[in-house]
C-alpha cells in the first residue's frame, strides 16, 4: 500500500525557514518521482517541486526558485523539501504525491508534464508575522 506521510509545518515569520519531509512506504522511492503541491483557501493546488529518480533532476515553480531546495534520501524512503526566506504569501498546506500509480488514484495533478495522484494527508506551513 502505497503511502505518503508529511511533517515539518509550523507558524514561522516572514523571512524564516522550514523543512518539510516527506516519509513514504510502500514502495521503493528510487523509482518514482516526488512532487511537492501546496494549496491555499480557494484555491486550487498548485506544483511547487518535482525530484525525479535516478539522475535527481529537480523541478521548481518560478514563486519558489532560489528559495526552496527538493532532496531526498532513499536509504530513510524520505523526500525534503528546504524552504528559506519564506513568505506570507507561502501559506498554504503543503502536500506530497508520487507518480506511482495504483487503482486509487482519485486526484490527479499535472506538474512540470509529470502526472501525481498518490497523495500524503498535508501538513499546514503558516507565515506571518
Known amino acids: 500500500q502505497v503511502q505518503l506521510v508529511e511533517s515539518g509545518g509550523g507558524l514561522v515569520q516572514p523571512g524564516g525557514s522550514l523543512r518539510l519531509s516527506c516519509a513514504a512506504s510502500?514502495?521503493?522511492?528510487?523509482?518514482?518521482?516526488i512532487g511537492w503541491f501546496r494549496q491555499a483557501p480557494g484555491k486550487e493546488r498548485e506544483g511547487v517541486s518535482v525530484?525525479?529518480?535516478?539522475?535527481?533532476?529537480?523541478y521548481y515553480a518560478d514563486s519558489v526558485k532560489g528559495r526552496f531546495t527538493i532532496s531526498r534520501d532513499n536509504a530513510k524512503n524520505t523526500v525534503y523539501l528546504q524552504m528559506n526566506s519564506l513568505k506570507p504569501e507561502d501559506t498554504a498546506v503543503y502536500y506530497c504525491?508520487?507518480?506511482?500509480?495504483?487503482?486509487?488514484?482519485?486526484?490527479?495533478?499535472?506538474?512540470?508534464?509529470?502526472?501525481?495522484?498518490?497523495w500524503g494527508q498535508g501538513t499546514q506551513v503558516t507565515v506571518s508575522s
Open positions: 504525491a508520487t507518480d506511482h500509480w495504483t487503482p486509487g488514484w482519485a486526484q490527479v495533478v499535472v506538474f512540470e508534464g509529470f502526472r501525481f495522484g498518490s
Open positions: 510502500g514502495f521503493v522511492l528510487d523509482y518514482y518521482k
Open positions: 525530484i525525479s529518480t535516478s539522475n535527481n533532476s529537480t
